[in-house]
């Protein structure tokens, strides 16, 4: 049970995680849960990342993979996890292959998440987080767009990619979700469709 979740800032990710993670008991990894908690708590991780987060930038990649390397160094992560917001570029991808073969842990299932800019800003501005101003939202977006979207590409090629439509409803959104990965591991085959 691995799984990636990919898709826009708003996209309903974190939501879904956490239903899914305790449905099936499985560590929900946020590394933006992480990085805020970071901040909040002033480690040196929260120090070197406060500035990148509060501009709706990426932190560092050497930053974010020894964040990784770190959690999945946990006992809890032996039996499967869904990363959340992680990875967000095309060097994240390739270094979690590399840590995944070290560990031998499973190859991910990709849940991308397909959701309109529109929506994801009104979502965005109601939600009320820090980082969740209009300028940085803004940003957010644009860095998305420019860096994350290249990875449906990269795992539609390793075969792995599953979408889902995430404009509607949470409660819908959850049902798609389960529908689709049920759907995909009874035929692998068309998981890449
Ligand atoms: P999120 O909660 O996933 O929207 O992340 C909030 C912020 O944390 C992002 O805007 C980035 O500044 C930072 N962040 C989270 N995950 C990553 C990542 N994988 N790579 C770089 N920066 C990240």
Redesign the pocket.
């Known amino acids: 049970m691995r799984y990636i979740f990919l898709g826009p ?1 708003g996209a309903g ?2 939501t879904q995680a956490n239903i899914l993670a305790s449905r099936w008991q499985i560590p929900h990894i ?4 992480i ?2 908690t970071a901040i909040a708590t002033e480690t040196p991780l929260g120090v070197q ?1 406060r500035t ?2 509060s ?7 050497d930053l ?1 993979m020894a964040l990784i390397r770190e959690r999945f160094g946990e006992a809890d992560t032996k039996a499967g996890w869904i990363l ?6 095309i060097a ?1 991808a390739q270094a979690l292959d590399r840590l995944l073969s070290i560990l031998w842990h499973a190859y991910p299932s990709v849940i991308y998440f397909k959701v309109d800019d529109g929506v994801l800003t009104e979502r965005m501005l109601t939600r009320g987080r820090a ?1 969740d101003t209009a300028e ?1 939202i803004q940003r ?1 977006l644009e ?1 998305y767009h420019q860096d994350t979207i290249p990875l449906v590409d990269f795992y539609q090629k390793r075969r792995c990619l599953i979408e889902v439509d995430g404009g509607c409803s949470s409660k819908e959104v959850t049902q798609a979700l389960q529908e689709s990965i049920l759907q995909a591991q009874s035929s692998p085959l068309e998981k890449a469709s």
């Open positions: 800032p990710k974190g946020s590394t933006g849960d990085l805020r990342a990148y987060v501009a709706g930038e990426l932190v560092p990649n974010i959340d917001g992680f990875p967000r570029t994240q980082d940085t957010r860095v």
